[in-house]
């Protein structure tokens, strides 16, 4: 991941502190220490604290498992995060929810097909690139989802099962159980995922 230039620098310092205190907030109305939040993520209590300050720069892995941890979507710790009283979303005016991916993981851009995430369920549009690899982190909370490939081939896996879907194959996965995507082709995978409730 490239380091953010010195004009984007003030913005990016504005929003990790903007994510830290929407954090500490949702802890302390839950009545959370932070080692009790600690337990319910898997992190340890020095990251959350860092977090909670500002003075770190979490992964979306990180803020999944915070989400979880205070049992919410993940876009509620994003300052973004907002309702809107229209029900069309326009392909340009999409939500960007591109998550940064650990080095080796390949890239995936991730657009939000709901005008917002309070109702029942979201929808996404995603673009993996090819080499794109979630296997090392799997996926675990509650509810559906189901994906349909409009491009490209993906690897899903769910539990043990491995399943390779190419244009216009669809997919339904209970998402409590440990889930994964890879794309192991030489081309762009699109698809669209629905998924409820809203784990963003």
Not at 53 to 65: D, E, H, K, M, Y
Not at 80 to 104: A, F, I, Q
Not at 119 to 128: D, I, K, S
Not at 143 to 170: F, K, M, P
Request: a negative charge; glycine letters at 8%; hydrophobic letters at 35%.
């Amino acid at each position: 991941m490239e380091a953010p230039s010195a004009s984007s620098a003030p913005a990016v310092a504005d929003l990790l502190e903007d994510i830290g205190d929407t954090v500490r907030a949702l802890r302390k109305k839950q009545k959370l220490t932070l080692a009790e939040l600690a337990d319910a993520t898997g992190l340890s209590s020095a990251i959350i604290s860092q977090l909670e300050r500002g003075r770190a720069n979490p992964s979306f892995s990180t803020l999944a498992q915070l989400a979880h941890g205070l049992d919410i979507p993940v876009g509620k710790l994003l300052p973004s995060y907002h309702e809107t009283k229209s029900p069309v979303v326009r392909k340009g005016d999409r939500r960007d929810l591109r998550r940064s991916t650990p080095e080796g993981m390949g890239h995936a851009v991730y657009e939000l097909l709901v005008p917002d995430l309070n109702g029942a369920l979201e929808g996404l549009w995603v673009v993996t690139d090819p080499g794109h690899d979630t296997s090392s982190t799997p996926f675990t909370h509650g509810g559906e989802e189901l994906g349909l490939i409009i491009s490209g081939q993906l690897d899903v896996c769910i539990g043990d099962d491995l399943y390779t879907l190419e244009a216009g194959d669809s997919i339904r996965l209970d998402s409590t159980k440990p889930h994964w995507f890879r794309n192991s082709s030489d081309e762009q995978c699109v698809a669209v995922w629905v998924s409820t409730p809203p784990t963003w």
